[in-house]
Nanobody, 127 residues
């Protein structure tokens, strides 16, 4: 049974930093592209950042480029999202997601391509 368990969310002030983690089990982690999505109230779920299975390639939403960094530790079956210079508009439920990837360069851009999801973790940013 595949499980993705997020941790590290919370309440931060604008300008602060926060790192969220996602521990995966029940899958061969190194064969999956991983991503962080977020969903704010009344908005669609959006891709925040993605990382290829071997970490050689990453991509980011324009709104977080230069502030967020996605990384992964295949030995620990964990993916991280380091969020710096947080803004109130970053407040959302953040979801970890996994997509089986035949290619080492693939990072699917759409939520529909991800077959496994975490339960989500709340990130709140006060102004």
């Amino acid at each position: 049974q595949v499980q993705l368990v997020e941790s590290g969310g919370g309440l931060e002030q604008a300008g602060d930093s926060l790192r969220v983690s996602c521990a995966a089990s029940g899958l061969t982690f190194s064969t999956y592209a991983m991503a962080w999505f977020r969903q704010a109230p009344g908005k669609e779920r959006e891709l925040v950042a993605g990382i290829a299975r071997n970490a050689f390639r990453t991509n980011y939403a324009d709104s977080v480029k230069g502030r967020f960094t996605i990384s992964r530790d295949n030995a620990q079956n964990t993916v991280f999202l380091q969020m710096n210079s947080l803004k109130p508009e970053d407040a959302a439920v953040y979801y970890c997601a996994a997509s089986f990837a035949l290619s080492t360069m693939i990072i699917p851009p759409s939520a529909g391509a991800y077959t496994h999801w975490g339960q989500g973790i709340q990130v709140t940013v006060s102004s």
